[in-house]
């Protein structure tokens, strides 16, 4: 498989001095959807707009393929993009919208027709093409926006946030059909969220961003179990991973608070022993506290704060002997007496807030990270 968009040492700095992004490195191949997340502000739609020629380039390069495309105008970059506020022209039908840039192409009329019928067609709009903006729908006038881009059968996708706009029942049946005009066009693809769960539902492979650095970039299923550092760990995945302080001891055991963890061998970082280490615990790998009884050696015990049953889980939040490191979670409890973690469990469990329960542990699903610089290490 081929390359098909390629950043290599991308930065914007703008006037005022503020670095946009920095050093971006990133490669999309032929056909891949590729989604940028991130918190607000952290340079994702600044790198899209560079590579769609909307933003300069202070340093560093975007090509397409084997050509270099910096110098390269906007309309000259073969690329399509869908915006998050749809951009359609108000006094044009759905069929004058969707065929508007193949006009301005000067594509002769009979061909311009047909490419406007198919894309409607593959876009679900076939029944709508004499409508205004006004007389749809925002899903209707998002699927709208794709057929514009479509329609143009271009070497590259670009959507910076195209679905904020929805309420969320839409927004997630929207999903699929973004997928849908993806796999259709076959184009390369780069798709700006700042949604995580958007992000991990939707992307091939996922660039997370922070403060205009990529963190980590990586398959969404990478992410999650092998996150590169603190924030990654925190910002992927809903709930959030629990994050605690821990002792290492000799034996390669774990104080967490007051209490232990005894761990197989093998199970903690080498070179920990007689230092701090921050532990991570997925809600979901938090075991049952049925069968954690007082025999079981790595289990955490736990204040049951509140419980919250959401159909077939239920997300339970308490309080446990031990400092919290990172996170929103963890900020809200060094502020306040909140709840310092949170676990995933099944309806069943029987668990009430003012319960004191024990968590089993598995020492396989464990995450480590390194103190001082956040760093994810591994066992072995």
Do not use: W
Request: proline residues 5%.
């Amino acid at each position: 498989m081929s390359t098909a968009i390629s950043l290599r040492g991308l930065t914007k700095v703008f006037a005022t001095g503020v670095t946009a992004v920095s050093s971006l490195d990133l490669s999309v191949d032929d056909g891949e959807f590729v989604v940028l997340v991130g918190p607000s502000g952290c340079g994702k739609t600044t790198a899209l707009r560079m590579v769609a020629g909307l933003e300069t380039i202070t340093s560093g390069s975007v090509a397409f393929g084997d050509r270099v495309v910096n110098g390269v105008s906007p309309r000259h970059r073969d690329v399509a993009m869908v915006f998050q506020n749809y951009a359609l022209y108000p006094h044009l039908t759905v069929y004058q919208n969707i065929g508007f840039a193949l006009a301005n192409k000067g594509v002769p009329k009979s061909e311009r027709h047909s490419r406007i019928l198919a894309t409607a067609a593959t876009t679900g709009l076939s029944e709508l093409l004499a409508r205004k903006p006004r007389q749809l729908s925002g899903g209707q006038r998002q699927r709208v926006a794709m057929a514009r881009a479509l329609v143009r059968s271009p070497a590259v996708f670009l959507m910076d946030e195209p679905l904020s706009n929805l309420d969320a029942k839409l927004r997630v049946a929207m999903r699929s059909e973004v997928l849908s005009v993806h796999r259709a066009s076959g184009a390369a693809t780069m798709y700006v969220t700042h949604d995580q769960t958007e992000a991990m539902t939707m992307g091939d492979r996922v660039a997370v961003l922070r403060d205009g650095v990529l963190q980590q970039y990586g398959t969404p299923r990478s992410l999650y179990s092998t996150p590169a550092n603190l924030f990654v760990a925190t910002f992927i995945g809903s709930p959030e991973m629990n994050l605690y302080e821990a002792g290492v001891c000799a034996d390669g055991s774990l104080t967490v608070g007051s209490q232990r963890l005894a761990l197989p061998a093998g199970s903690v970082p080498a070179g920990y022993q007689g230092r701090k280490i921050i532990v991570g615990i997925r809600p979901e790998d938090l075991g049952d506290p049925v069968s954690a009884g007082p025999d079981v050696a790595a289990a955490l015990c736990v204040d049951v704060r509140l419980v919250e049953v959401l159909g077939s889980e239920q997300h339970v939040y308490f309080s446990v002997d031990a400092t919290p490191a990172g996170g929103d979670l963890a900020a809200a409890a060094l502020a306040a007496a909140a709840p310092d973690g949170v676990a995933r469990v099944g309806v069943g469990a029987g668990i009430r807030p003012g319960n004191q329960v024990r968590f089993g542990i598995d020492a396989d699903r464990l995450h480590f990270f390194d103190p001082d610089t956040g760093l994810a290490v591994r066992p072995g």
